[in-house]
C-alpha cells in the first residue's frame, strides 16, 4: 500500500513527504538524545537548535532519491519548497 503511495509523481506526495520524513526523524533523534543522557547525563547535542536542523536535513537524501533515482520531478520540487520552507522558519526564529 504505502509502495505504491511513495511511487508516484505528485506534488502533494512530495507535500507529504517534506513534511513527515523531518518529523519522524526529529522524533528518533530525540528519542536518542533522551537515552544518552540517561546513561551519560550529557546531551547529544550542545543546543536543541541543532536537532531542528538535522531533521530538515534528512530532506537533503530525499530530494535525491526522487530527482535522481526515480527522476519524479514533481515529488522531488514538493520536498524541496518544504525543505525551504522549514530552512527559513529555522533561521528566522533562531
Do not use: W
Not at 5 to 24: E, M, Q, S, Y
Not at 28 to 46: K, P, R, W
Not at 66 to 94: C, E, M, P, S, W
Amino acid at each position: 500500500m504505502f509502495e505504491k503511495l511513495f511511487k508516484r509523481d505528485t506534488f502533494l506526495v512530495g507535500i507529504a513527504l517534506g513534511i513527515v520524513l523531518p518529523g519522524i526523524f526529529y522524533l528518533l533523534l530525540y528519542l536518542i538524545d533522551l537515552v544518552v543522557f540517561e546513561l551519560f547525563n550529557t546531551h547529544m547535542l550542545a543546543k536543541q537548535e541543532y536537532l531542528y536542523l538535522l531533521s530538515i536535513a534528512i530532506n537533503l537524501f530525499a530530494i535525491k532519491y526522487y530527482f535522481v533515482n526515480l527522476q519524479y520531478d514533481k515529488t522531488g520540487r514538493g520536498i524541496l519548497i518544504v525543505t525551504f520552507v522549514l530552512a527559513i522558519f529555522y533561521f528566522v526564529l533562531n
